[in-house]
T-cell receptor, first 117, second 114 residues
Framework: GAVVSQHPSWVICKSGTSVKIECRSL??????MFWYRQFPKQSLMLMAT?????????EQGVEKDKFLINHASLTLSTLTVTSAHPEDSSFYIC?????????????FGNGTRLTVT | AQSVSQHNHHVILSEAASLELGCNYS??????LFWYVQYPGQHLQLLLK??????LVKGIKGFEAEFIKSKFSFNLRKPSVQWSDTAEYFC????????????FGPGTSLSVIP
């Protein structure tokens, strides 16, 4: 079956540094990937929609200059948390849908636990 | 804008009890509906989905859900829960267009007591 790989699974960084998270679709082409954020005991909040070859679409309230998204190929999207602060500590999850399958359920990566000290 | 509400924040049941988790969405157009489960310390897994056709859909692990269009609801049911069903359950919806974003409900935490 389809698999979405996310790397790293956890990262600890110092305040002020930047962290890059990768999301890969391993056996299918994903023209669209989605980035979510999940705080403890809370639901997944959509941060942005990543479109291959074009700029990402950010949800209201999400700082595009802080959360840089690049979707350079049909199998890879990256999220870079720039100048991270402790309040950015969270669980970040990516997802992707099959190319050409309208309404196909999203396949999720295993998530990245970011801790900013 | 689409939104999803779930009736219960936290549900506690004894093993073998029946389960029903409520989910309502607000969107006037045609939608796809999903239920996801997140076991403690694990990533999201798809329980079941509704795209079209029979409004009663069956998923994995004995779960089923019924889409009632007139009520904008998609409630999740299981006739007899097990301790291993302890998890967080999320209802989700997206518009029936290609590649549209999925919006999640706030989640319902289910605790099953042995």
């Amino acid at each position: 079956g389809a698999v979405v790989s996310q790397h790293p699974s956890w990262v600890i960084c110092k305040s002020g540094t930047s962290v890059k998270i990768e999301c890969r679709s391993l056996d299918f082409q994903a023209t669209t990937m989605f980035w979510y954020r999940q705080f403890p005991k809370q639901s997944l909040m959509l941060m942005a929609t990543s479109n291959e070859g074009s700029k990402a679409t950010y949800e209201q309230g999400v700082e595009k200059d802080k959360f840089l998204i690049n979707h350079a190929s049909l199998t890879l999207s990256t999220l870079t948390v720039t100048s991270a602060h402790p309040e950015d500590s969270s669980f970040y999850i990516c997802s992707a849908s099959f190319r050409g399958r309208s309404g196909s359920p999203l396949h999720f990566g295993n998530g990245t636990r970011l801790t900013v000290t | 804008a689409q939104s999803v509400s779930q009736h219960n924040h936290h549900v506690i049941l004894s093993e073998a009890a029946s389960l029903e988790l409520g989910c309502n969405y607000s969107y006037g157009g045609t939608v796809n509906l999903f239920w996801y489960v997140q076991y403690p310390g694990q990533h999201l897994q798809l329980l079941l989905k509704y795209f079209s056709g029979d409004p009663l859909v069956k998923g994995i692990k004995g779960f089923e859900a019924e889409f009632i269009k007139s009520k904008f609801s998609f409630n999740l049911r299981k006739p007899s829960v097990q301790w291993s069903d302890t998890a967080e359950y999320f209802c989700a919806v997206n518009k029936k267009t290609s590649y549209d974003k999925v919006i999640f409900g706030p989640g319902t935490s289910l605790s099953v007591i042995p």
